[in-house]
């Protein structure tokens, strides 16, 4: 993975570090640490992205299945978008010990911001999600969230595509 697709990785994977903090699979000082590299959009150290261990290896699965020798930003959305939701329910089952409703992307679209935060108004309703990872948001702008975060700005086929899973 390189180190583009590695920030891309950990915006996406970084929201549910607090469940492997709790587990003790990660010092929340280490989660801190790549939080702010993520956010300041520095490099994180190669190999971070094995800290998430079941969307790293299900990235390798996809990356396989679509003919890749790799991890890319391709790989990356298809796992967060649009299979993430059915691996969260699988874990819940199995773990029981984290937020499955947050643990999910959601698509959404902006109708206000401010310093750090913007309201996006989603499936769950609306409310203010931290601003760390994206930038430049307006109100109109369609974003995926994931817990309490922006985690970048998409467009209106990739909202589509995320409301209704089933008609891909």
């Known amino acids: 993975m390189n180190a583009e697709d590695r920030l891309l990785f950990l915006r996406y994977a970084l929201p549910c570090a607090r469940t ?15 939080m702010m590299m993520v956010s300041e959009n ?9 800290i998430f261990v079941v969307a790293n290896a299900m990235c390798g699965v996809i990356a396989k299945r679509m003919g890749k020798r790799g991890v890319d930003s391709e790989v990356i959305r298809e796992y967060f978008l649009f299979e ?35 309201v996006v108004e989603t499936v769950l309703g609306r409310r203010d999600y931290r601003t760390a990872f ?35």
């Open 84 to 118: 993430h939701s059915d691996v969260v329910d699988d874990r819940f089952e199995l773990m029981r010990d984290f937020d499955p409703v947050g643990c999910k992307t959601y698509p959404g679209r902006v109708v206000g911001t401010g310093t750090g935060s913007a």
């Open 42 to 50: 520095r490099p994180p150290p190669e190999g971070a992205e094995r």
């Open 20 to 34: 492997l903090v709790k587990r003790g699979s990660v010092s929340q000082d280490r989660i801190d640490e790549l």
């Open 134 to 168: 994206s930038e430049s948001l307006r109100p109109g702008d369609d974003v995926v969230v994931h817990y309490d975060y922006v985690i970048e700005k998409i467009d209106a086929e990739t909202t589509k595509r995320m409301k209704h899973p089933k008609a891909r």
